[in-house]
């Protein structure tokens, strides 16, 4: 007999791959076939875990890896045991075939020692989870954590649960036998703990969970799905079945700038050939457009319905670009044409797919134009081919979640492995309604003009891309109307930035140049602010709100000239926010440039990722002020 939790009476297999985010409905076939996860097993491999029991704790790992679809764009296992010491046993990137897969997990022997879950739990965080380790940013982040003992360490375990937890690790505690203590489980579990803890009398209970895995398969999760909506009846594989006959409006946005070969860009266009080839084309079903971008944004197929052969034909006739990588042009023609009320129809969902090898040429404007087309109800998918992609640039460019609308591959002959995965996530998303009771996070109940101000040259690169990723998802909580207008001005760069050889013909003077450079730093992107940011000639309204935001990383160059202009700044009422990364830099600093009082005007966080994951709490300081 075996006892059960309450949510035992769902099926433990069936509710628990529902909430590993695999999104399981009842169906006839067993495997994932669209899900993104990256999922690691925690086995307890201590001394009160005999030898036959520990094969059937691998024995349950394999008959739930089987209903998955292994690969780099659906679900990567990883399997770490754990006694005294931590042992990873293989990570994300180390298997790609089912079937080595399944002997590696068979292969596992068992060490011994006591129950260290807490270093477990720390471990998995660490390293499991890292880019050069398989993990992938975008896919969910799933532990599953089998254990049948108290930990060493209760409280260590229960700080790494809760630390995991912040990170947006789901974790499910699997506990077996009478010697687990329930209210550790309860600590290691995600919330809500009822759904995401389980309890079974020994290991040989684990193969009356393995059945409930054969009868499931993935539905299309998307935004506001009908109750009544049902995934097609006939075979899996066949994309026009999956989508039911559902009709959408795709356009395919083709990256063709200079990082691409010719071939690759044929190998592209074969690509979206095989792709629409899985869609049921026609007038009140699927209707397909193309759009390749570079310097500029060429809609080279417009949104229609065509034949199959019609289309075809179309494709394969389009020309070979150069030049720069202009995805957030392309983006806003999309919403602003492409999608516009006579191309489009209302009643279907309109569906973009971007495929790019390389980053953008502005990323601040393509964060921003794609959040505006996510707003619109336009579903984008993002396709990032190559070592050169930025992961953060195609997480932001793709709807939520990440890990339904983001892919990954190695290189161009690499999307043939991802067609006929594209074609089904691409059918099965609903119309999405954009319902005009929709709210913003924010309520701003007067006129702003709002100007975010950073150095890029003293932040550098890498923190500048993060700050401008973080100032996307502030502006994304502001309402989409005339309400607030928002700008930015970074590193000033003067036209005589480059010295040639006939520049300066005496010494003295080259160096007399050079000191010039000192004269960097925000002191004259703030003077900028206050000479012309918030004339009505740049945009800015009469009687509106003048508000400033500043990123501080270090202790400024021209410290007095910096909080000199912030002074007169504020002496012209612009409220002056300082968002302030780290702690290189003097408290005395923050307040001379922020308005009072400081413990509202000066935000503070430890790291650059930290501010880019807590960013609501930029917006929230920002709308308090209204």
Known sequence: ???????????????????????????????????????????????????????????????????????????????????????????????????????????????????????????????????????????????????????????????????????????FAIGVGGGVDSQELDGIASEPTEQHIFRVENYKALNHIKHSFTGTTCDIPVNDQAPNDKPGTGDPDDPKTTCGGKPADVLFLLDSSSSIWKPDFQTQLEFVRQVVDKFDLGTNKTRVGVITFSDGVHPVIPLDSYKQSEFNAKLMKIPYLTGGTSTAAAIKFVRRVGFSGDNSRPEVARVAIVITDGQSRHLFETVEESRQAHKEGIYVFAVGVGRDVDDEEMMSIASDPDENFVFRVDDYKGLAKIEKLLAVKTCGVQVKHVALSDQPVCRINRLTDLVFVMDSSSLGHDHTQIASKTIAKITSQFPNDISINTGIVKEKCPDDGYLDLNSYHRTNWFINRLRTDDEAGLSPLLHHVRRHSFRTSNGARRDSEKIAVLFVDSELLRKDAAVLEARRLKFQNVKIYTIAIGATYSDRTLTELSSYPDDHYVIRFPSYEVMLQENRKITDRICQGH
Request: with cysteine; hydrophobic share 45%.
């Open 1 to 171: 007999m075996v006892k059960m939790w309450p949510v035992f009476t769902l099926c433990f297999g069936f509710y628990l791959q529902i909430l590993l985010g695999v999104y399981l409905v009842e169906a006839k076939v067993s495997e994932c076939k669209e899900k993104v996860a990256d999922v690691v097993f925690v086995l307890d491999s201590s001394d009160s875990i005999w030898p036959t029991d520990f094969t059937k704790q691998l024995d349950f790992v394999k008959n739930v890896v089987n209903t998955f679809t292994i690969g780099p764009n659906n679900i990567q296992v990883g399997v770490v045991t754990f006694a005294t010491r931590i042992k990873p046993n293989f990570k994300f990137n180390t298997y790609k075939d089912k079937k080595q897969l399944l002997a590696a997990i068979n292969s596992i022997d068992r060490v011994d020692g006591g129950t260290n879950t807490g270093a477990a739990i720390q471990y998995v965080r660490e390293e499991m989870f890292k880019g050069e380790n398989g993990a992938r940013k975008w896919a969910a982040k799933i532990v599953v954590l089998i254990t049948d003992g108290f930990s060493q360490d209760t409280k260590k375990t229960l700080l790494e649960a809760s630390i995991a937890h912040s990170y947006d690790i789901k974790v």
